[in-house]
């Protein structure tokens, strides 16, 4: 079985993966974190997505983060890097990084990124082809982002309040639940979540699989069927792992 990893939105996600043996690292919200969270070294730590006003404050808050214990934290973007550096805490590049090719992989590979999640663009016969000196993975389980924006559409644009979730969803021509994960940046979610539980396979060069939890309550049994490979019962997408962009 390969090895997995769980990216959480909220305490009680953060509580349940904790508890399960299941995941190596877990991606938490640094608003989640303090002086008492157990485990810190399966934790990565996990930054505001943009910087525009606020990198002095995100340089501060890893630093404390780093004080407390916690040693590992999440590049979203090319600018997280000098602030995780200078916070003298390990790099993990996310999805939102780009990588999408052996190019990509080892300019941020000497950039001293540890590993790193590719683009959740590429393709299978893609994501073979990457080559790299560190290791990686893909998102194998979770609701992926439509956009992401500074300000709250269910808010009607104003900012949300605190970082709480806002509470409430956008609805598509459809009538889908477009869900949104609300923070100094809020993320559209995709009504349907991706899932390769039962293709994992066809990923047999990539390290680990990230399970990405936004609004689940019971985390482990998504992981139990995940681990089983069961097929998905309920609508769900392969993303763009068997299309691709072009
Ligand atoms: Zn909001």
Known sequence: MKKLRAEVADADQL????????????????????????FKEKIIAVPNVFLGDCEDKTLSRLTELEKWGFQKALA????????????????????????????????????????????????TAK?????CAV??????????????TRRCPIKDGRP???????????????GKQIKT??????????????TISDKTDDFSTVDFFVLRF????DIISVTDEFIKGKKPQSRFTRG?????VE
């Open 127 to 131: 994501i073979k082809a990457l080559k």
């Open 160 to 174: 949300c309040d605190n970082g709480k979730s806002c509470g409430k969803y956008l609805a598509d021509r459809q």
């Open 214 to 217: 936004t609004d689940e309550k």
């Open 181 to 194: 994960l609300c923070s100094n940046a809020v993320e559209l979610l995709n009504p349907d979540i991706l």
């Open 15 to 38: 509580e349940q993966a904790l508890r399960c043996n299941a995941f190596d690292f877990i991606y938490a919200p640094e608003k989640l974190l303090n002086k008492d969270t157990l």
């Open 76 to 123: 979203h973007t090319v600018g997280h890097i000098p602030l995780i550096q200078k916070a003298k805490m390990m790099i993990y590049g996310g999805m939102r990084l780009n990588i999408t090719n052996s190019l990509s992989a080892e300019f941020f590979a000497e950039q001293d990124v540890r590993d790193f999640i590719v683009s959740c663009e590429l393709t």
């Open 240 to 244: 763009l792992y068997y299309r691709g």
């Open 135 to 148: 290791p990686f993975g893909v998102i194998g389980y979770g609701r992926l982002p439509l956009m992401v």
